[in-house]
T-cell receptor, first 113, second 107 residues
Framework: NAGVTQTPKFRVLKTGQSMTLLCAQD?????MYWYRQDPGMGLRLIHY???????AKGEVPDGYNVSRLKKQNFLLGLESAAPSQTSVYFC????????????FGPGTRLLVL | KNEVEQSPQNLTAQEGEFITINCSYS?????LHWLQQHPGGGIVSLFM???GKKKHGRLIATINIQEKHSSLHITASHPRDSAVYIC?????????FGTGTRLKVLA
């Protein structure tokens, strides 16, 4: 099993460009999450999904959109990238509720110039 | 004030030392988690606690629900333990993360 994978691993964007980050899990987990990690701050939840076809906002959703068309995939989109979105993005999944152990992807490092 | 506070923020130890990292939280929780993030960036879950104490190899995690406090102990520390240790608390559907403790163990 690959666990949780993320694509791409690293990306450089210019301000205003768009991109999609892909997260895939092969553990049949219901819940999936997108976080961002910035220096001096804890991981912050961007959006999450409690099952196929569902999405919900986390604590820092502005500037991001998500989709969960298939249970195993959770996509994070940036429609018009801004330098403030320079960060490391982590995807995670869990079988059921947040009280369960979350399994994290390796991260995507994004630099917006 | 952050809902999850860790101390210390940075810690340097000599190989073989006993290490303690502390976590305090101010919200109601269903469970508390300790995570490890290696220099390469990957995050792995070490423990999930809702009461008492858990042990895995040289790692021990304890939680005091009444005092809203948890500790992560590393016995006989080794340079390979060098990493960022993150405390997180979970409720209905999400985690709230601390900012992490950066541990460096010197040979």
């Amino acid at each position: 099993n690959a666990g949780v994978t993320q694509t791409p691993k690293f990306r450089v964007l210019k301000t205003g460009q768009s991109m999609t980050l892909l997260c895939a899990q092969d553990m049949n987990h219901e819940y999936m999450y997108w976080y961002r990690q910035d220096p001096g701050m804890g991981l912050r939840l961007i959006h999450y999904s409690v099952g196929e076809g569902t999405t919900a906002k986390g604590e820092v959703p502005d500037g991001y959109n998500v989709s969960r068309l298939k249970k195993q995939n959770f996509l994070l989109g940036l429609e018009s990238a801004a330098p403030s979105q320079t960060s490391v993005y982590f995807c995670a999944s869990s079988y059921y509720r947040g009280v369960e152990t979350q399994y994290f992807g390796p991260g995507t490092r994004l630099l917006v110039l | 004030k952050n809902e999850v506070e860790q101390s210390p923020q940075n810690l340097t130890a000599q190989e073989g030392e006993f290490i303690t990292i502390n976590c305090s939280y101010s919200v109601g929780i269903s469970a508390l988690h300790w995570l490890q993030q290696h220099p390469g960036g990957g995050i792995v879950s070490l423990f999930m606690l809702s009461s008492g104490k858990k042990k895995h190899g040289r790692l021990i995690a304890t939680i005091n629900i009444q005092e809203k406090h948890s500790s992560l102990h590393i016995t006989a520390s080794h340079p390979r333990d060098s990493a960022v240790y993150i405390c997180a608390v979970s409720g209905t559907y999400k985690y709230i993360f601390g900012t992490g403790t950066r541990l460096k163990v010197l040979a």
